[in-house]
């Protein structure tokens, strides 16, 4: 995560606007976390979707026992051979069964599950994409003190969980969001009537949620006290990870105030 957290912090600086929003779900999130906590000069805010603080999910997630039902798949995935063969099997219908588990009663709209299912077919993609928890389930990773892993993120965050994600449990998720390891402010959103993939499932109370933070935020950040009104997007930048099994996305986006 610490090389794509680099990647972002690259981006944004090749943007050149000054501090941005960034915005995370799921691994998105997790990488998100490690860049805003690198260099927190250069944001105004962060909004995470799905995924709690990397860290104590890293140290303390697996501990609890309804998540470590939940996160099964992720010792599944660290089988060599067997996992990669069985998540291929059938069209992918290892990927499949993951999302209807994920996000209870959803359906994606056409076409957006068979992208994922295109890109994982690539070469190299699959490996690529469980290599992402066979990192996360390392030796190294699992033995991270406290304090490694209890690491700050000093800038505003924005938290938003769907109440019926089968992926991470939505009062897993606020649990390991702890107050002390966000000093400049943490806000909770739990989103009805959505699972894993929120901001797909319910696209315009997340929206609604994530400009009023951005917003909220650009207020914050101003020199002056005059209200500003959000304007057009500036310069975005989408980055999808390589893991699209799980939808994976980060933001990068400066405002213009209007």
Known sequence: M???ATDILAVIESLDTGPVHLIGHDWGAAVAYVATSAAPERFKSLTVMAVPHAGRFAREGLRIP????????MGFFNIPWLSDWV??????????????????????????LDSVIQTLSQPGVRSA???????????????????????P????TLALSGERDGCIASE????????????????????????????QEQPEQVN?????WLKLNDDRFATNNKRHEV?????????????????????VASWRPG
């Open 231 to 251: 304007g057009d997007i500036e310069d975005e930048v989408e980055i999808t990870c390589i893991t699209d099994l799980l939808g994976s996305v980060i933001w």
């Open 153 to 156: 993120v000093p800038v505003p």
């Open 66 to 73: 309804k998540q470590l039902r939940l996160s099964w798949y």
């Open 208 to 212: 609604r949620e994530i400009l009023d």
């Open 172 to 199: 897993v998720f606020e649990q390991l969001m702890v107050a002390q390891d966000f000093p400049k402010g943490l806000t909770f959103s739990r989103i009805a009537e959505a699972g894993h993939f929120l901001h």
């Open 87 to 112: 998540v291929q099997r059938q069209d992918y219908a290892f990927i499949r069964k993951l999302w209807r588990d994920w996000s209870p009663g959803w359906q994606p709209e056409p076409g957006v």
């Open 129 to 151: 994409a469980l290599g992402y928890y066979r990192a996360a389930l390392s030796i190294k990773a699992l033995l991270v003190s406290a304090e490694e892993a209890h690491y």
């Open 2 to 4: 610490e090389t794509i």
